[in-house]
């Protein structure tokens, strides 16, 4: 039997309103919790940034916190030897009085809103020594602690004891080091930096990736102006010194491919975009991502890459967590182009023709060098054709060249000169710096938005001279106005640093080596992760 219209559409009213009114009342009494299935996997795990420092001089404190969307820095620094627009001044949480064990309940090293949920997943092959804490009114409770906080608990101790050198505030490092002590104001805080590369030779693991095949990965140029690069893929490789094979009890994870390769298998000349390389290091960090955890658990914050080439900024902007917060050790650090030096190295250039520094290294005493200043070199980037239309054959103590006279030495015109001048190219970076440290001969840096290498250590206004490109035309004025007693105590210094910047064929302790994996692990105690 049919039921007349208007009787079918009151009764379709009358089985639906009620349906309506349960599902309300159900999604009232279920509440917000439902939205949980929804957020991203992203969101259960943090990286924080802690902001151990800027540079070890400890000369202000303040504190502040931001918010980067899901990234939070918070804590006590002081005031950043670099004047640019990323390099704030990072403020740190003081961590002298905490995680100096694994953090614990109602503990100071507990992050404000740090949930505990999921403490029981931990492993239990990890020794228990210590795992014995409570408070007052938990005393003997037993608790199990995972290795990323065990890990986060050895980097706090990091934190506390190399904060504790840096208040002693002396050009002249305490400690006892049959190899080397760190003295004098090359340095923001000579003891501070020998506790930390201490605590570094003592504590830091890193942990290579294995995918990928040569000669993309795995590989690299040790010679030419790309030497860096190389050396650095090949020390790693060879896993000598702080390499692990367990990645669960690595501090950071490197991402060993060389952009200088894949620049001369992938670009195609005369291509205007760069798009086969980008997609291959994406390709790369999806393939790392899909096979361990690593990448996820930190979104990218204790991974680091390492490139030489100009490109290599630019490259790891594929991957947008590589670019905003993976540790990118790079030789073009330029500020104006991304770098950002609170999480970034400025790696230094050198070019090695022979793949050897043999003969590179040393030169004459002071009274020796007839030269006021020196450079040779092409018409590179706009601060180049400025230094040589001002100086180019127009001053018999200023030696400009574009092309170096076939009766000159390139390498003995900088061991005859009191200062090396060391204009960027089309690129910020320049293998000259290094050349002339290596020379003897007191840089003359002429750049703009250049992050000079290991700066969080080293005080390069000590050994240095800073010409803004402005004043290209003033130099000579400049540098007769630095006095015989300072310009003595700057090549007494720059012969002192030049440890830090040497290539040895099997790495050294304070070498160029130790001071690149120095500064990444500089990087690693300035954020901690948290589940």
């Known amino acids: 039997m049919q039921l007349p219209s208007f009787l079918s559409s009151n009764l379709a009213l009358l089985v639906f309103i009620p349906l309506v009114l349960l599902s309300?009342?159900?999604?009232?009494?279920?509440?917000?919790?439902?939205?949980?299935?929804?957020?991203?996997?992203?969101?259960?795990?943090?990286?924080?940034?802690?902001?151990?420092?800027?540079?070890?001089?400890?000369?202000?404190?303040?504190?502040?916190?931001?918010?980067?969307?899901?990234?939070?820095?918070?804590?006590?620094?002081?005031?950043?030897?670099?004047?640019?627009?990323?390099?704030?001044?990072?403020?740190?949480?003081?961590?002298?009085?905490?995680?100096?064990?694994?953090?614990?309940?109602?503990?100071?090293?507990?992050?404000?809103?740090?949930?505990?949920?999921?403490?029981?997943?931990?492993?239990?092959?990890?020794?228990?020594?210590?795992?014995?804490?409570?408070?007052?009114?938990?005393?003997?409770?037993?608790?199990?602690?995972?290795?990323?906080?065990?890990?986060?608990?050895?980097?706090?101790?990091?934190?506390?004891?190399?904060?504790?050198?840096?208040?002693?505030?002396?050009?002249?490092?305490?400690?006892?080091?049959?190899?080397?002590?760190?003295?004098?104001?090359?340095?923001?805080?000579?003891?501070?930096?020998?506790?930390?590369?201490?605590?570094?030779?003592?504590?830091?693991?890193?942990?290579?990736?294995?995918?990928?095949?040569?000669?993309?990965?795995?590989?690299?140029?040790?010679?030419?102006?790309?030497?860096?690069?190389?050396r650095f893929i090949h020390e790693m490789e060879k896993g000598n010194l702080y390499r692990t094979k367990d990645p669960d009890e690595a501090l950071v994870y490197f991402l060993p491919f060389s952009i200088v390769v894949m620049v001369q298998y992938l670009y195609v000349p005369g291509a205007h975009d760069m798009n086969a390389i980008g997609n291959t290091v994406a390709d790369y960090i999806k393939v790392i991502s899909n096979r361990h955890s690593f990448w996820n658990r930190s979104l990218g914050a204790d991974h680091f890459m390492l490139s030489c080439h100009d490109w290599g900024p630019h490259s790891t902007s594929y991957v947008p967590h590589l670019f905003n917060n993976s540790i990118r050790v790079l030789c073009n650090a330029n500020t104006s182009e991304g770098f950002n030096p609170l999480k970034d190295v400025s790696l230094p250039e050198i070019n090695l023709k022979t793949g050897d520094i043999k003969g590179l290294i040393g030169g004459p005493s002071p009274s020796r060098r007839s030269i006021l200043a020196f450079f040779a070199g092409g018409l590179h980037g706009n601060i180049r054709h400025h230094l040589l239309q001002q100086w180019r054959g127009k001053d018999e103590d200023v030696l400009v060249y574009d092309k170096l006279p076939r009766d000159k030495s390139y390498e003995s015109m900088l061991k005859n000169s009191r200062f090396c001048l060391c204009p960027s190219g089309y690129e910020v970076a320049s293998p000259r710096i290094v050349e002339a440290i290596y020379a003897e001969c007191v840089p003359v840096l002429i750049s703009d938005s250049y992050v000079t290498p290991f700066s969080d250590v080293l005080n390069w206004k000590a050994f240095s001279v800073n010409v803004a490109v402005k004043d290209i035309p003033n130099i000579k004025k400049i540098l007769m106005s630095i006095s015989q007693t300072q310009y003595l105590r700057m090549h007494r210094r720059v012969k002192q640093v030049q440890r830090h910047f040497v290539i040895n064929g099997s790495p050294r302790r304070f070498d160029l080596f130790h001071m690149i994996l120095h500064s990444i692990w500089l990087r690693r105690l300035n954020i901690r992760l948290q589940e």
């Open 24 to 230: 309300v009342i159900a999604c009232t009494l279920i509440g917000p919790q439902s939205s949980s299935s929804f957020e991203s996997f992203s969101s259960s795990w943090k990286w924080k940034s802690v902001g151990i420092f800027n540079s070890y001089s400890l000369r202000s404190l303040s504190s502040y916190e931001e918010q980067h969307g899901h990234l939070q820095i918070v804590g006590l620094a002081e005031t950043s030897p670099f004047n640019n627009s990323f390099h704030q001044n990072l403020v740190v949480e003081d961590f002298n009085n905490s995680f100096h064990q694994p953090p614990q309940e109602g503990g100071e090293g507990i992050e404000k809103g740090e949930s505990n949920e999921g403490e029981e997943e931990t492993d239990k092959d990890i020794s228990n020594e210590g795992e014995e804490h409570g408070n007052d009114t938990d005393k003997g409770a037993l608790k199990m602690y995972s290795r990323l906080e065990r890990l986060e608990a050895i980097l706090a101790k990091s934190r506390s004891s190399i904060r504790e050198a840096a208040r002693n505030g002396s050009m002249i490092s305490n400690h006892h080091d049959p190899d080397y002590v760190p003295q004098g104001p090359m340095y923001h805080n000579a003891n501070a930096f020998h506790r930390s590369y201490l605590q570094m030779e003592k504590n830091f693991k890193v942990y290579v990736y294995e995918e990928g095949q040569p000669p993309m990965f795995h590989s690299g140029p040790c010679r030419s102006i790309y030497s860096t690069e190389g």
